[in-house]
């Protein structure tokens, strides 16, 4: 290990890194950032790298492709001289100052810390998925409902949570019908919400149901689903598959040293980026289980580097 202490190390490399590492590296606190390998399943620059067009990131009005928009970041960060380690860390401890934080290579010692490691949409793993994987199945209805494969066509939901019914009615603007397919007779969402998705004129509901395989050739023509209690199986014509089965938050490797919620997303102090550990600072989809836009990422990213500038300057 070496003795240098460093001023802020940045774990995670989506929006909500990049964007910290900008902020701090301008206010010259030399940040090093790990940026993952393969961490979570996903490449360095986060789940943006797994996305073809990003259309509602501001500043680019023709739209722009997710992983170069990812390398722009890194530029920009490596161009105000962020250290980048293309490493995972595994390890951290939070219960002195200096932190340790322990990667696949190397141990590093700060006084403080930016948590920046998102979180992964949760997927089927069911025959076709891997196929029609972002060419006609998607894991964010607000990212890529408005594209023109999905106008005017019958689109699938599954799950039965606010994320759910929230991305079902959001459809109803672009698919001429959207189908709610939810493996049980309840919904989990809130009742308000539940009464805006049951009384859509659009959308119709297929209770007790899983989807079992995705179908079609060059792209998606439909699914086929299940009823769990009769066992009865059909097939659904659709054009668009959106999971909204839950997200799960990159933080095991915290090893319970900050406060997380249920769900194990990151509990941030409202309005701001401080956890539940002086000095150490949550940013982007960790933290956020209701948002999760790479802006709002950016966003929360860059409170995270101010929080930090003032807490090492105090
Ligand atoms: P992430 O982007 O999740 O990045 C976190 C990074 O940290 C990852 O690279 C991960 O490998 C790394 N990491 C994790 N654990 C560790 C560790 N232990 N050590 C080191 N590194 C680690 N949003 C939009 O605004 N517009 C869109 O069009 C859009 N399209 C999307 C399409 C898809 C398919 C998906 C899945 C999401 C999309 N989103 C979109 C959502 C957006 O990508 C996220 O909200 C945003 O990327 C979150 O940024 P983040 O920085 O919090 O984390
Ligand atoms: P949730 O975990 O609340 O819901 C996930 C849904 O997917 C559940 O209905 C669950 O079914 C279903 N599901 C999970 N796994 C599978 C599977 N393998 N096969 C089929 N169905 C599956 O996740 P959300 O993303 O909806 O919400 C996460 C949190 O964020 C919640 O606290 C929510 O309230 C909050 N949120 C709030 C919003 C708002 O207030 N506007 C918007 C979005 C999210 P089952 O019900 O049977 O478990």
Request: with cysteine; glycine share 10%; hydrophobic share 40%.
């Amino acid at each position: 290990m070496s003795d240098t202490i460093e001023k802020l190390v940045i774990i995670g490399s989506g929006p909500a890194g990049h964007t910290a590492a900008i902020y701090a590296a301008r206010a010259n606190l030399s940040p090093l950032m790990f940026e993952g390998f393969l961490a979570g399943g996903v490449a360095a620059g986060g789940q943006l790298t797994t996305t073809t067009e990003v259309e509602n990131y501001p500043g680019f009005p023709k739209g722009v492709d997710g992983p170069q928009l990812m390398d722009l970041f890194r530029e920009q960060s490596l161009r105000f001289e962020t250290r980048i380690h293309t490493e995972t860390v595994e390890k951290l401890d939070l219960s002195q100052i200096p932190f340790q934080v322990v990667s696949s290579g190397r141990k590093v010692l700060t006084k403080s810390l930016i948590i920046a490691t998102g979180a992964t949409a949760k997927r089927l793993s069911i025959p076709g998925e891997e196929q029609f994987w972002q060419q006609g199945i998607s894991a964010c209805a607000v990212c890529d409902g408005a594209l023109p494969i999905f106008r005017n066509k019958t689109l699938v939901v599954i799950g039965g949570g606010d994320t759910a019914v929230e991305e079902a009615t959001h459809l109803t603007k672009f698919g001429t019908k959207v189908v709610v397919v939810h493996r049980r007779n309840s919904l989990r969402a809130s009742k308000i919400m539940q009464k805006r998705l049951l009384s859509h004129p659009k959308i119709e509901m297929q209770w007790d149901s899983v989807v079992e395989e995705a179908l079609g050739n060059e792209g998606l023509t439909g699914v086929r689903i299940r009823n769990v209690k009769t066992h009865e199986s059909k097939i659904l014509a659709a054009e668009g598959l959106f999971y909204a089965i839950g997200h799960i938050p990159n933080t095991s490797f915290l090893d319970g040293q900050l406060k997380l919620d249920e769900t194990g997303y990151i509990v941030t102090k409202p309005g701001t980026t401080q956890t539940s550990v002086n000095g150490v600072f949550a940013a982007g989809d960790v933290q956020d289980k209701v948002w999760r836009q790479a802006v709002t990422a950016a966003g929360t990213g860059c409170m995270a580097s101010l929080e930090a500038e003032r807490y090492l300057a105090e």
